[in-house]
């Protein structure tokens, strides 16, 4: 009889720290997520904009058509965040499965892309929104280690290498870099701040301006 009654109190317990801890971390979600957009948006300056949630406090897909003076036409924005709201399952996405609040941005140049490219920092393994390449395709493949991190790079063409110093040179956590001739598309997937999405863009700019 003591134990069911021990069992009840600590369930209640539970029970109360699971709504305490949802409220916290729902207001704090919500206020990255608004953070998320204007960072984006300040520096992005979309005409047009469209915005479609993944779910509550999962995050969103967002659609930009850029101003004639962008070097891109449009952008492809895909932010996921770690369910820090769910007590019980926090634990789980943080040390197992997403780790960190994911951001990828996919990026349509004005100009054509005309070299293929794909690198990924070592630790991670991932999906976002641009496929993984047939890596088969490319002749040259190699491990680089700089200080921010140790990475495996697919290329033809040696003068690609430069975005390998753009990477390890920028205060951003960089897991993904893809440029597609296919696709038309050069993508970043990276770590979730508001603080560093100019970061972002620059490197963009830099990777379109090399393989364009």
Not at 51 to 72: E, K, M, N, Q, W
Not at 108 to 127: H, W
Not at 157 to 174: G, Q, R
């Amino acid at each position: 009889m003591v134990e069911w009654r021990l069992l009840i109190v600590l369930l209640s317990l539970l029970a109360g720290a699971m709504v305490i801890w949802f409220f916290y971390y729902r207001r704090r979600m919500l206020r990255f997520t608004v953070d998320m957009v204007k960072a984006l948006e300040d520096t992005f300056k979309p005409v047009d904009k469209n915005y479609y949630l993944l779910g509550y406090l999962v995050g969103f897909r967002a659609i930009y058509d850029l101003p004639r003076s962008s070097p891109f036409r449009k952008a492809y924005i895909l932010l996921t965040l770690i369910p820090r709201h769910s007590l019980l399952y926090y634990p789980i996405a943080r040390f197992v499965t997403m780790r960190f609040d994911r951001l990828e941005v996919a990026v349509e140049p004005r100009a054509r892309v005309e070299e293929d490219f794909y690198l990924r920092r070592l630790s991670y393994m991932g999906l976002g929104l641009g496929r993984a390449p047939d890596t088969t395709s490319f002749p040259v493949r190699e491990r680089v280690r700089t200080i921010n991190g140790s990475f495996e790079i697919y290329y033809s063409n040696p003068s690609l290498k430069k975005i390998v110093h753009y990477i390890s040179s920028s205060n951003v956590k960089i897991y993904r870099v893809i440029t597609s001739r296919e696709g038309q598309l050069i993508s970043i997937l990276t770590e979730a701040n508001p603080k560093t999405v100019k970061e972002v863009y620059d490197i963009l700019v830099k990777v379109s301006d090399i393989t364009c």
